[in-house]
T-cell receptor, first 112, second 112 residues
Framework: KQEVTQIPAALSVPEGENLVLNCSFT??????LQWFRQDPGKGLTSLLL?????REQTSGRLNASLDKSSGRSTLYIAASQPGDSATYLC???????????FGQGTTLQVKP | NAGVTQTPKFQVLKTGQSMTLQCAQD?????MYWYRQDPGMGLRLIYY???????DKGEVPNGYNVSRLNKREFSLRLESAAPSQTSVYFC???????????FGQGTRLTVV
């Protein structure tokens, strides 16, 4: 059974700091991995999608990497801003079942 | 662009009542998903539909039924609501296994 874990559960940093969020998964048989952002009381917004054959994807100040063999992904946020404060979730789509399975998220607070 | 639309946004039910949560997407996506999100539990998959005419159970299907009415619409039905079904429900869709998933804004359901 695929399990997705995100550490830490919560993170607080001062504005301007570069930071890394971690995501690990137990079964390397995945089609892709997707990072989302969720603001309080809102739905999920897609940030980045990494195919299983890719090593990384970039969008603006965000860079996501994928090491499928070790079951790990990281989301790097450069020069963090208070507007980056949100919960960040990773999800994998299992190539065995087609299911989209989520981690529990990392809640980020960026202090001005 | 509407994307994924969920109705209603808020609902209060009494124990034992039934209701149907509606989800529609206008992106011509093949796959659709229903999740529930609870504090400390993350997003858990209830049911999914890989393509029109097919549905499969997720992690927490008990107490729910689904209907993939057509390619656009995927509904979730609670036949006899219980307080344990108090949650925020999200619908998602994706074109295929290698593509991004998009989420609706959620339905906040309270069962008293």
């Amino acid at each position: 059974k695929q399990e997705v874990t995100q550490i830490p559960a919560a993170l607080s940093v001062p504005e301007g700091e570069n930071l890394v969020l971690n995501c690990s998964f137990t079964d390397s048989a995945i089609y892709n991995l997707q990072w989302f952002r969720q603001d309080p009381g809102k739905g999920l917004t897609s940030l980045l999608l990494i195919q299983s054959s890719q090593r990384e994807q970039t969008s603006g100040r965000l860079n996501a990497s994928l090491d499928k063999s070790s079951g790990r992904s990281t989301l790097y946020i450069a020069a963090s801003q208070p507007g980056d404060s949100a919960t960040y979730l990773c999800a994998v789509i299992s190539s065995n079942t087609g299911k989209l399975i989520f981690g529990q998220g990392t809640t980020l607070q960026v202090k001005p | 662009n509407a994307g994924v639309t969920q109705t209603p946004k808020f609902q209060v039910l009494k124990t034992g009542q039934s209701m149907t949560l509606q989800c529609a997407q206008d992106m011509n996506h093949n796959s659709m998903y229903w999740y529930r999100q609870d504090p400390g539990m993350g997003l858990r998959l209830i049911y999914y539909s890989a393509s029109e005419g097919t549905t499969d159970k997720g992690e927490v299907p008990n107490g729910y039924n689904v209907s993939r009415l057509n390619k656009r619409e995927f509904s979730l039905r609670l036949e006899s609501a219980a307080p344990s079904q108090t949650s925020v429900y999200f619908c998602a869709s994706r074109e295929g296994l290698y593509t991004e998933a998009f989420f609706g804004q959620g339905t906040r359901l309270t069962v008293v």
